[in-house]
């Protein structure tokens, strides 16, 4: 795999598709510099009369990189080389989103329900885009979410752009500097940078270990008098891991004892069958949300903020949505909600179908399990630390050579990262499948070339 290299901040990144757009007869010094980069693209060393008249047209450093995981140059000031460099995995996944199995987001791809498509399409058609929509969101999205949830009847709902803005909004309001939380390792991360820059500090409890979630014993022992507020991922990404009704019961428990507030984030429940904190400590849950999983919203940026009056309020001058979230993704997530028991049984189906075959193929290869299996979610972890692999040579490996794209163990765990690869397959079966015969494909291909 080739090694990504370092650069400054003022490069400029042009990928190789559009480079056959270039005239290199065009007059604009932009053009002009597509043109001399599909010259170096040609020559196999950077002639340094090119690199010349790059710098006379007193642009930003200029780094190349292909569409192709391959082939790519990078000016080197000091000799003129050429330097190869490896493109985004994100980058090259989107741009072959067509042709690759995404298994790296969480992101459903398996249909759910032709309402969507119908209700954003009448919302095009009724050109309901040309005004902002109400503050409080289209009449009856927030009564829905609140039925489906079985919130308290006191609790206020908030639409947000996904459930990590819910998130932002509540440690922005609620964190005071040199306030502790306690979150799990692995996790989902980018919760644990809110809570830094709002002051706070994450106390990441060490959960790669049986039984793979958060226990009463070890939040009562990560206990100090600076602890703020426990984050309560349930079920948890990505290990899959859900709570029983006993744990939830306890926890909020410990939480009243402490005097703690408490992050039910949600974002998995559809997958499960949760016993959510606010049925036993309502005043000290706030709740986050979305749409993005179960209803496959993800591209719409949609999710939710529930909690009680006292609680929202403190939250409300942190939300800078006063003109509410996408009138577009408001529909689509309605339309779905109102008839989610109709299309979440078969989906919960094909989720299950599609862990039989990961785990078949993952059982297949010496030196990998999964921790959690089934998965109350719709990812597994799969630990792959005996086998010497890295997980990010194995991402890419995936997904360059075999069109799947998975997500390295490195994302959500500082220190455990290295052991394991994050896989959903809320994907179609033939998504599955295909996971499935490049997996052990992938790890003896790896193997064998030492990485």
Known sequence: MVRQQSIAKSSTIIPSFYLHE????????????????????????????????????????????????????????????????????????????????????????????????????????????????????????????????????????????????????????LIKKGDQVICTDPSFMPIHHQIKISGGKPVEIPVYRKPWKLTPEWIRDAITPKTKMILLIDPLNPLGTAYTRAEIKEICEIAEEHDLLIIDDVTYRDFSDPHPTYKYAPDRTIVDYTFSKQCGLAGMRIGALAAPPELMEKMMPYNTNVLSVNILAQRAAHAAMECIDSWLPALRKQLLENQRIIKDSVDSVKGCFLPVYPSRTNMFAIDIGKTGVDPDDLQNTLLYDYGVFIRSGKYVSKTYGKDFIRVSFSVTEEGAEKFADAFPKAIAKLRKSGK
């Not at 047209?57 to 790519?72: E, Q």
């Not at 298994?103 to 902002?132: C, F, G, H, W």
Request: aromatic share 8%; charged share 25%.
């Open 22 to 173: 270039v005239n290199a007869e065009a007059k604009s010094q932009q053009t002009r510099a597509f043109a001399l980069m599909e010259h170096i693209q040609k020559n196999t060393i950077t002639r340094p009369s090119v690199i010349g008249n790059l710098k006379a047209m007193r642009l930003p450093r200029i780094r190349y990189i292909s569409k192709f995981h391959n082939a790519g140059c990078m000016t080197d000031k000091k000799n003129a080389k050429k330097v190869p460099v490896a493109p985004s995995a994100f980058d090259y996944a989107h741009q072959h989103s067509r042709d690759i199995v995404w298994m790296s987001q969480n992101t459903n791809q398996i249909p759910v329900s032709d309402v969507i498509d119908r209700a954003i399409l009448k919302a095009v058609k009724d050109r309901e885009y040309n005004l902002y929509p109400r503050s409080n969101g289209i009449f009856g999205l927030c009564e829905v979410v609140s039925k489906h949830l079985d919130l308290p009847k006191d609790y206020k709902v908030l639409l947000t752009n996904g459930a990590i803005e819910a998130t932002y909004i509540l440690t922005r309001a």
